[in-house]
């Protein structure tokens, strides 16, 4: 199955993408799959929630999966949070997710 996501990367250029869930596939992967972002600027600690790259904003109601503990550490430290902040890389490509709309957050 695929679902339609729109993201918007950090230029203000909107993108409709869609994407299979049944890849095991997070949202840092999509943006750095679709090449949204130059190479070596989304996902640069590998998805493991240690750095910032792939910070994005949730754009709207669909609901995404709760942030834990080092999502929020990380979150904690970084500039331009605000509340509806997320790690990518901590948010898995799921049928739930359809019609979710992500801002990408600006680099540090």
Do not use: W
Not at 15 to 27: A, H, I, R, S
């Amino acid at each position: 199955m695929n679902i339609t996501l729109r993201i918007t990367d950090r230029r203000d250029n909107s993108f409709e993408v869609e994407v299979p869930t049944d890849m095991g596939l997070n949202l840092m992967q999509v943006v750095r799959a679709f090449e949204l972002e130059p190479e070596g600027t989304v996902g640069v600690c590998g998805g493991v929630s240690m750095c910032s790259t792939c910070q994005c904003y949730i754009e709207n109601d669909i609901k995404v999966p709760e942030k834990r503990e080092l999502e929020e550490a990380t979150l904690s430290r970084l500039q331009h949070v605000k509340p509806n902040s997320r790690l990518g890389c901590q948010i898995p490509i799921t049928k739930d997710l359809d019609g979710l709309e992500i801002a990408l957050a600006p680099m540090m």
